[in-house]
């Protein structure tokens, strides 16, 4: 699998935008960019995922690079129930035998009320 | 509607004891996914299921675990003669389908098993 490069911890002010980077200069063709966040003490959960336009749904937006060699999680307005881990993953999803995820490290968003 | 939903949520065994642990899934999802997660790491997938067939079994630390999914709805994983090590957080998760671009996957509230 591609390899995702994230920032260790990221803070943020309570109702500000939020941009969490991902690096994955790797990247093939056929691989989505997939985040999920991980409340603590809980199990992740999906945020969203994309293969090359931007896609927007009710938690976040994710901008895509035109290269796709990088993508960015944008939460417009972050709460204190945002503070998480979060994982930018690729996924080869045209193919078969390419079902599990493979996180990383992530980053540790911290939300300062 | 309900959620994956795993038994126990905490486990404390004594080393050298077998302990299973089990994962119900969203209902209706083909797919299910074992991973673990301990003290301070990232997750580390072990297992997945296909209906009730494993193909991938790429994850499993060694022959002491295992899993099975016999009607390819809930899931039992067991590990035999517990060692610390294998102290961590296990989760369950589940998808409608497996793989692919809308095979989103549902995380369980997990097990926290303690080996001492």
């Known amino acids: 699998d591609a390899k995702t490069t994230q920032p260790n911890s990221m803070e943020s002010n309570e109702e500000e935008p939020v941009h969490l980077p991902c690096n994955h200069s790797?990247?093939?063709?056929?691989?989505?960019i997939h985040w999920y966040r991980q409340l603590p003490s809980q199990g992740p959960e999906y945020v969203i995922h994309?293969?090359?336009s931007n896609v927007n749904n009710r938690m976040a937006s994710l901008a895509i690079a035109e290269d796709r060699k990088s993508s960015t999680l944008i939460l417009h307005r972050a709460t204190l129930r945002d503070a998480a881990v979060y994982y930018c993953i690729l996924r080869d999803d045209f193919n078969f035998g390419n079902e599990k995820l493979t996180f990383g490290t992530g980053t540790r968003l911290t939300i300062i009320p | 509607g309900a959620g994956v939903s795993q038994s126990p949520s905490n486990k404390v065994t004594e080393k050298g004891k077998d302990v299973e642990l089990r994962c119900d899934p969203i209902s209706g999802h083909t797919a299910l996914y074992w991973y673990r997660q301990s003290l301070g790491q990232g997750l580390e997938f072990l297992i997945y299921?296909?209906?009730?067939?494993?193909?991938?079994k790429s994850g499993l630390p060694s022959d002491r675990f295992s899993a099975e999914r016999p009607k390819g709805s809930f899931s039992t994983l067991e590990i035999q003669r517990t060692e610390q090590g294998d102290s961590a957080m296990y989760l369950c998760?589940?998808?409608?389908?497996?793989?692919?671009?809308?095979?989103?996957?549902?995380f369980g509230p997990g097990t926290r098993l303690t080996v001492t």
């Open positions: 790797t990247i093939s063709g056929t691989d989505y």
């Open positions: 299921f296909q209906g009730n067939s494993a193909p991938d």
């Open positions: 998760a589940s998808s409608l389908i497996a793989g692919g671009p809308t095979g989103e996957q549902y």
């Open positions: 994309g293969l090359t």
